[in-house]
């Protein structure tokens, strides 16, 4: 149905949202690793929401490997290192949707 579709591609929007900040992080992380290489407080922050944001990915898509009606999106969402706003509102719509259809 049109509505399962819109399901669906409102979890694909919200992945590839998650992914493109994993990509950002990606890059922030490797302009810190230039030379000289500086192993300040900096560093390891971007090491933590780096790590973060890949850990994000990981359990946005288990949740619903799982079929986790229940995600905890909250959980979820805390972990974005960047534009957490944006994502967190797709993510809330999209569970909202899939707990009205027992996804």
């Known amino acids: 149905s049109s509505q399962n579709n819109e399901l669906v591609l409102r979890w694909i929007s919200t992945l590839c949202e998650l992914i493109r900040l994993v990509g950002v992080g990606a890059t922030d992380l490797g302009a810190k690793l230039y030379p000289p290489l500086d192993c300040s407080d900096a560093l390891v922050n971007q ?3 780096q790590r973060d944001a890949l850990v994000t990915v990981n359990d946005y898509i288990l ?3 799982s079929n986790n009606d229940a995600a905890d999106t ?3 969402s805390n972990k974005l290192p960047l534009d957490g706003g944006i994502v967190r509102q797709a993510m809330d719509s999209s ?3 899939n707990n009205e259809d027992g996804i």
């Open 63 to 65: 949740a619903t490997a």
């Open 74 to 76: 909250d959980t979820v």
């Open 95 to 97: 569970t909202d949707a």
């Open 47 to 49: 090491l933590r929401m």
